[in-house]
């Protein structure tokens, strides 16, 4: 009746979901990482999810909001053990890129940095609310991303 789902749904959603990130073909800003990093965790993959995302923020293009869109998919879909490092890297991948005066790093567009602000406000709700992060770990990490946001706010 086209109402159940079918059995291998997810298997299916995660193999093209791969096939096309794996062969994105220079496409760098057309992938958003949350879509397979999500079909990743649920799949029980939560470390690929986190290099899959990682490699996302290194790959993308000059002027690509999809660079901070990444550091919020990492901080909900990344595995509880990779969490702290993985954000610890790509905040400051992105900090050095943006206090280098790299292009990549950098937002043309008002609509850009106002979807960019309220993600990174979701990041630090999602690094205070995980529970798996130590106080330590939060206190290192939120500085991190208000720095990004700082910068975004005065681009």
Known sequence: NGMQEIDNRLQNELGWLYLGWMTNYGERNSFESQYIGTALKDYGEDHLATLVILKSILSRSDHSQLIYDDLFSLSYLSKNECLAE????????????????????????DDQKSITLNNLGYTKQNITINSYLSATQKQELIPLVDSIGVFVSNM
Request: proline content about 4%; charged content about 10%.
């Open 86 to 109: 993985a954000l610890r890297f790509a905040c400051n991948h992105i900090i050095i890129g943006l206090n280098n005066n790299n292009p990549r790093f950098e937002l043309l567009h």
